[in-house]
């Protein structure tokens, strides 16, 4: 819930994200608390703007979250990629200083796009009668009526003095109410991706994969080697990346279940591109088969085993995995390539 305040219209504010038809109202508040952190309250609307693209660059570039039909925001975020020539992983302050440094006329018209709705569309609960006349909610603004968070005019905001001290004290919990309400709007357009509140922000640092490769190499060991499902070429102990079977990108997790050891010069060229499973997946198997029965009798304490639970809840109870176990690995694995596929993963060639 958003902190209450007694002399301010709280319930308004929170008003802001109901009934959200897209995501901008989200990113353009969080790009609003952004600046107010900084010290800034009056603010230039193209600076908001570039904060909006550089707050949901990730999620849309890297983990390629779907925005919703409605949404502009999406395709406008694609469009500037293609136009800066940015990486989709650029972290968010140089996005933004990239962005504030423009002089391309196409990026400035993709920006100022938002201005067309945004702005004024916010103060929406404010106004509820003249929320459709731009130029109505701008004028009313500028006196501050019904105690609206912020002016409003052709290039700038001003936050309402009223409100600075509020917003101020109470950012950090403003941002995670924020987060969180996109978090559920994006999880309603995205229902079967995973672990959407972990694609919100791009992580300072990925966890380190020294376990899992700890966990290979004692089966890599055992076998004498194994081979690449990708490049048939033989992998030893010394000579083999850790792999992500579905891209990390898609499922946000390093469990032991989606990773196998691969040829380390093929596992950079393949990215984040899916792995197609007529192709790939029999020999997957394989080789995840073959790991769990040697973890399991050279191993037996290993926490990582927990990572299969989830798919073979009677894992503890087996030694070597009953035909069945291939389909139930695979009813797990092919709709996540599926949806990751529709939601503009590429596939290997």
């Known amino acids: 819930m958003i902190p209450f305040h007694d ?13 959200t038809a897209a995501a901008y109202k989200f990113y353009w508040f969080l790009s609003i608390l952004d600046e107010v952190e900084d010290g800034q309250y009056h603010i230039p609307k193209q600076r908001l703007f570039i904060g909006m693209v550089a707050t949901s660059w990730y999620t849309i570039n890297y983990f390629h979250i779907s925005f919703g039909k409605q949404d502009q925001l999406h395709d406008k975020v694609k469009e ?8 989709i992983d650029e972290d968010r302050s140089r996005i933004k200083k990239r962005l504030n440094n423009s002089d391309l ?23 509820p009668s003249i929320a459709e006349n731009r130029s ?23 936050i309402n003095p009223i409100w600075i001290d509020y917003l101020n004290r109470n950012v950090g919990i403003l941002k995670s109410f924020c987060y969180w309400k996109l978090s559920l709007y994006l ?22 994969l020294a376990k899992q490769r700890k966990v290979w190499g004692v089966v890599i060991d055992e076998l004498g ?16 990346a850790v792999e992500h079977f579905i891209p990390y990108a898609f499922v946000s997790h390093d469990l032991l279940w989606n990773l196998i050891p691969a040829n380390p010069a093929f596992n950079s060229s393949k990215s984040d591109k899916l792995p197609r499973m007529e192709k790939y997946f029999e020999a997957f198997y394989r080789v995840q088969k073959t790991a769990i029965e040697i973890i399991k009798h050279k191993m037996p304490k290993e926490k990582l085993l927990e990572d299969y639970l989830s798919i073979f809840p009677d ?33 290997m060639l």
Request: with cysteine.
């Open 187 to 208: 999880q309603k357009h995205n229902p079967n991706v995973p672990d959407i509140p972990n694609k919100l922000i791009k992580p300072a640092q990925r966890n380190g």
């Open 80 to 87: 500037v990629a293609a136009v800066e020539g940015i990486s």
């Open 136 to 158: 109505a909610v701008y004028q009313a603004s500028q006196q501050y009526e019904n105690d609206c968070l912020y002016s409003v005019d052709q290039t700038h905001i001003t």
């Open 105 to 127: 006329l196409s990026t400035q018209k993709i920006l100022w796009h938002f201005d067309k709705q945004v702005p004024h569309r916010f103060l929406s609960p404010w106004f």
């Open 315 to 347: 894992l503890e109870s087996v030694t070597e995995l009953p035909e069945d176990y291939k389909i139930k690995f695979k009813t797990t694995i092919e709709p996540l390539i599926t949806i990751a596929g529709n939601n503009g993963f590429e596939y």
């Open 225 to 240: 080697g194994v081979d690449c499902i990708y490049t048939n070429t033989r992998l030893y102990r010394d000579r083999f």
């Open 7 to 19: 002399q301010l219209p709280i319930n308004l504010l929170a008003a802001s994200f109901n009934n």
